[in-house]
């Protein structure tokens, strides 16, 4: 950490900073330039990290030096974290591809749209049975009834599901149900959830924010590995930006800089980035390219009918001509799907 | 609601839409122009805002007539809401000042900031016991050990308390120490938590999310008040934008628009918005002129010690003198203190 | 355009916005809904896009239904837009790659970086001669003479040059060295200087500004258009957001959007986007996975000591294996380097 | 200047970075920790702020401790610069309010607007003949017979006349007409532009771009002051966010924030800024409270007919009504209008 002092600070003022700093175990290097004096503090800043060193008499402003995560870190744990559920990996040498309809309507339509999607190598389906809504009049999902339907037809079709936690009180029961647990964007702050989830014995998938930055992102992984669960997938889902042609405006950028910074798995979700279905299968080659490690895909047997989310749902002719070009781009890249 | 066609859709593609409509009990009125032919669906469009009208074949676009909230709306209530807690008024001709530490840290330091802000009018305390923090490593609040302290130094001060409520776990803890309940930021759309303090009987502070539009910050008040509880204040604190010489861009615009939009009282907080103690007063006083019907900002008697949020905090005399600032404005602006 | 009126309007507001929308040539359908009444403007809206129907009394607002651009758009013309430029295709199937360094600096480096470039099959140089740098205190690039040392290694190299227009008094200059004209980012709404380039004889790209809509972006390329110039290339190259580990976030979602709504060629520049080397390649890869017609990248033989944005420029070495893994990316999408 | 080398860096990378150091006459102050080694170069920063220090071998992260503006800062210059017109001042006691209409249409209306505002004390007549349009189908303005309507209005009328420069050709035109000359949104970093206007002796306002950071303003504003022309007007009128009620967001705190970094007058405008009547003078409000020299205001007699932007005009009556209220907030803060 550099703590640069402002032209009229006091002499005082630098002592009792340097006091601080010593107090809390780190030893700090003073060095007087022409137009500024700065302190280095020399020793763990994360110690001093939520200190407010920028309320003391006389500094003009404080520069972190190391990054405020640890666990999560590839300083940390230099080599890729691959995540094995049931048999399959996440995070290897293969893509893997998570699709199904936003919100879980009925078992009938749930087992259509797995009928659809499986032919394409599919093996997670993900469904909604608890909803974040903008709308407290909008379908909300259907609870453990959903979460039902999810497990008979993973049972039906062999494959694992994905579904999101919303409350921590309903964690038992999600985990019941789900293979990897989700947590959705709008949560991706729910401190109380991802403390919750650290304590699960089973793969999490955390959406990035709206307007969360990269290091605010990894903070959030680093709550859910600092309670001792290890397996954690980055989902980037776009940003909020001015631009209203596109729902959201995708990151692919936070593809590349999060396997540099992170050993965790990453992938992308283009249905909600864009919201509008034309534009997905363009950013889903897109992501893979950039070296996605899987993509979250909205699929539905009829978007019509659907009851979230119809206008970025893939119709599953479009999703399996999807997977087919994306695995030529895989092995472009040499991944396979 | 409006629906566009394409220009190459089909006809069946416009009865397909008609008829759905008419399902849902609205009337649809065609208009075929020289470009376009558009659907008016006449009828309370409420009913199928939520439908995916989007993804029927043939549809360009889809423009919403009418808003999606309804008892948040002056439309729907056009007389201010008043909101009394212990014979003091929100949202009335006097501005309220809701001032204290950013953390409850000790009862001790707790009660030298009541003291502090007391005799320049303030009557509600505000604290946190609960902390939302970015790092799980960061101080997390002193949890009922902190309501506590609140509610200790409310009694010996006569004054109400204002705290957040993080987890729907911790509703009636938090309920039993709090006169004012906070939703914080990051919880904006935490929407589990919002359905939890729509049915609870105190008033609660929604903050505004960092990147959310107006419009989900009235549907989310729009939650609790769905549950029954008419007691909802609105808090302008800062969006997240590229600035970063300010921690947030305080949308002061959002207090006019706001209160046209809604009957609600909207208050602001210069504190998180700016995240520097140099410009809160400013900010303070442009809410004051812009119309907020109070304010919501840190003290802390020894910044530089604060458990968190120091650098935003104001000293007791900087309050004070910002405090009478802002009497001036007020009376500007046909208010008072 | 509809017309959406508030629900306390008054006859004569309604008859006086029928009386306008009739003496601009455009004929008025009036749907009266049960709770708002709207206006349909049937007829070319264009042309009364800019009058301000918002601001006649009882209007609560105004919604478009056609696009403001025309000459740009697919649906005016809808087969891509291919510019050949000395025998070199853009907009075709190749995907062009355009490489080079920021600045000029001499003609020494600028020879140095084409012998270093051309062997992975680049046909353009690029490189500033006039450079918009933020401080005035920055080096501003060597205008004339930059202009010359490009000339000469393209002569050399048998290469063709793009170089930055930044001012409308240096459009003969600059036309007489150039074989394609950039204009900049920041200059993406310098209307005099798009007027400028759309009464040149050669290709221009147009770089999207920092926090340009799509809506906008198009309308700076139909103010080329409009006098005259059909050969507009769109550039793609980030967008201002909070994110500051990256310098801008690139919009990747803009390539297949843009080649839906225009039949002109769309071109990506990663590395201004990013603003760091080592995230390049993998954006340079998502953009042609994506649908791009061509990069803009920068390559510097010594980016330790060039006079603008080294910390963006890849060494040679780097730029080949890009290039290497890019043209396996092209060839997965059907396309060729 | 502090440079962080990565962990991994080599002996010979440091040196290196010391020699480039040295060559540009800085100090290189080397200081080991536990985690990262980190150089402080000390001297004058601004030698080396543009070279690619970045760019070196080893080199994880560079943080700049000056600020990159020199003549426009506080600290250069700590008194407030008083600008005078024509007896007139801008940045002194009294805030200074500059009203018309956007476009200059005719000398009759343009007649009318500065009978309508003279009464409310305002002595500028804003208005302009060169309009930066989106789109190249609407009105750009009547040039130089605007100009001289603008001219023959302030003959009679005793004002003073402020519009906007768009074009270096046009500066001598401009001049001869204008006392205040503009410079627009979308021009802020039109460097040749700015280049011109610190060349003329003429006070300039120079608005901030739509997403332009507060360092970059005030680097737009040393392009002028660099050239020589010490009277530049910084003009606040709104950011570019994710928020679509409101055309743009004021960023009121930019006020007190730049009157902190700069000598220079700050005044703010929120025609633009809100893009809608009904918020304006709630927004002119807030600016005087948080310490702006000046309000720039849209006012048109008949805003349903203006060419341009009418849906942010106020009429004459409301702006008569605005100024009052504005009076009365000044006097809050110690000033006057």
Known sequence: MIIVLRPDHQEEDLSRIVQRLEDMGLRAHISKGEHRTIIGAIGDERLIAELPMQSFPGVESVLPILKP????????????????VNGSEIGGQQ??????PCA?????????????????????LRGGAFKPRTSPYAFQGWGEKGLKFLASVRDRHGMMVVTELMDPRDTVLVCKYADIVQIGTRNMQNFRLLTEVGNIDKPVIL??????TIKEFLMSAEYIMAQGNEKVILCERGLRTFETETRNTLDISAVPL???????PVIVD????????????????????????????????????ALSDGPQSLRPKDFSKMVEDCRRVAEAVDRFI
Chains 1, 2, 3, 4 share one sequence.
């Open 258 to 264: 999060l396997k540099q910074l992170t050993h965790l």
């Open 104 to 124: 879980v309507e009925s078992r009938e339509v749930l087992d259509e749209i797995a009928d659809a999607i499986q032919p394409a190598g599919v093996k997670f």
């Open 69 to 84: 995560y640890k666990l999560v870190s590839r300083e940390f744990k230099p080599e890729n974290t691959v995540i094995r």
């Open 207 to 212: 959406k990035r924010g709206l307007c969360a």
């Open 270 to 305: 283009p249905s909600h980035a864009v919201g509008r279905v034309d534009l997905v299968p363009a950013m889903a080659k897109a992501a893979i390219a950039a070296g996605a490690d899987g993509l979250l895909v909205e699929v539905h047997v009829r978007p019509e009918e």
């Open 95 to 100: 893509i893997q591809i998570i699709a199904g």
